[in-house]
């Protein structure tokens, strides 16, 4: 089963804020996804192509979160 997949939510701890916030795994273009915040709608850099959107590869990962630690909220897919 894949790790990562369009509509998955994530949590990221904002360390000088000191309180989580939620963002989605959005397909914002054909074969572009990104991190949403669900709080705001900013994007959390810009989108990255992908191969296969069922099936997002742990380096297209490293690239979509950049950097950032984002924790799983949802360990289910809803569509499976």
Do not use: T
């Not at 089963?1 to 904002?14: E, F, L, N, S, V």
């Not at 380096?59 to 950049?66: D, G, L, P, T, V």
């Amino acid at each position: 089963m894949a790790k990562y997949w369009i509509g998955q939510r994530y949590k990221y701890k904002y360390k000088r804020e000191g309180k989580d916030q939620e963002y989605l795994l959005a397909q914002v273009d054909y074969s572009k996804v990104a991190l949403i915040n669900l709080r705001n709608g900013n994007r959390w850099g810009n989108p990255v192509e992908i191969v296969l959107h069922e099936d997002i590869s742990i380096k297209e990962w490293e690239r979509i979160c950049s950097g950032g630690e984002f924790e799983v909220k949802e360990e289910k897919r809803r569509d499976k």
